[in-house]
């Protein structure tokens, strides 16, 4: 099949296999995951666009409820979204640049918050309007709606630019990188997260690993490829984790047991009593923390199953 590798510009891939939205069975089309013949850099092919596209997108996918009974889910969301606050918190601790973080992507806007509790000044932007309004009216953080690469601020106006699981899901992802360098103040940094293709959960559970999300996830990026992204766009890459207390052990949760996910449950409309979702919801839980020695053991041999990298425009 010819199509030009979006990172080589190599123009042959074969195919790997095909696949379903596994999670949230938002159509019973298969997609076709293929590889570069070069590169290696695998990708959905043909890749759904524009209405299509989001019609993959279950409502409420980029954001959780906020009721009364998601109290112990937002504390579980605080809890595990300490290495994103940390790794963010270190990249401005080194930059020494007093100016905002642009947080593209915000879902429901409490990592925002979480920074903004600890005295940093935060914007959000998110191409849902919904998401945008949840994250004012929940958690306080200034979310505008719109697109990255038409977005409404001035070049040089963030110290940080973070994109937490954005890159796979755009069209263009060296296009975000561009938009995100033009906003960058000089010695401001990026910060990146995606699910990471080298890691041991793909390279055992293959097409059954949650990081696909076919058809949502366009790119399936391994570590090096994002590097490679990164440089090709004019960043330098200073630092890298290959683990994440909120995705890593979970993901590997739900590749395991699907039909356990709380939001595939939630989008899928499972019919189910409270008693009942209380306990699968526990032995999700419980499933998770099984998986968490494995999860942060490939984290450590640089095989985890997120890769998050702090980079600076060159
Ligand atoms: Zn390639």
Do not use: A, D, E, V
């Given at each position: 099949m010819t199509e030009e590798c979006p990172?080589?510009?190599?123009?042959e891939a074969r195919s790997l296999f095909h696949c379903a939205d596994r999670l949230y069975g938002t159509t019973t089309k298969s997609f076709l995951v293929v590889e570069c013949v070069k590169c290696k850099f695998l990708r959905l092919f043909p890749r759904p666009v524009g209405e299509e596209l989001a019609s993959?997108?279950?409502?409420?996918y980029w954001f959780q409820p906020h009721d009364a009974a998601s109290q112990a889910a937002e504390i579980y969301r605080r809890v595990v979204l300490t290495d994103h606050v940390q790794f963010v918190d270190a990249a401005l601790r080194r930059t020494k640049l007093t100016g905002p973080v642009l947080d593209v992507g915000p879902s429901g806007g409490l990592l925002a918050r979480l920074l903004r509790d600890r005295g940093r000044k935060v914007v959000g932007l998110d191409n849902s309007a919904e998401a945008a309004g949840i994250a004012w009216r929940v958690n306080g953080v200034p979310v505008v709606a719109g697109d990255l690469l038409a977005a409404p601020f001035a070049e040089g106006s963030f110290a940080v630019v973070t994109m937490f699981h954005v890159l796979e899901h755009v069209e263009q992802p060296g296009e975000f990188l561009d938009a995100a360098r033009r906003l960058l103040k000089p010695g401001g940094r990026l910060i990146v997260q995606v699910p990471n293709a080298a890691s041991w959960q793909f390279l055992i559970l293959g097409e059954a690993w949650n990081g696909l999300d076919v058809p949502r996830h366009l790119w399936n990026f391994r570590d090096s490829d994002l590097e490679w992204l990164l440089r090709d766009r004019g960043f330098t890459v200073l630092r890298r984790k290959h683990f994440s207390l909120r995705d890593n052990p979970a993901g590997l949760a739900t590749s395991l047991a699907p039909w356990l996910d709380p939001m595939s449950r939630r989008v899928r409309k499972v019919p189910e009593s409270t008693p009942v979702a209380l306990m699968k919801n526990l032995a999700y839980l419980a499933l998770t923390l099984i998986c968490l020695p494995f999860a942060a053991l490939e984290a450590v041999c640089r095989a985890g199953s997120t890769i998050m990298i702090e980079a600076e425009p060159k």
């Open positions: 990172l080589c510009r190599y123009g993959y997108y279950p409502s409420g």
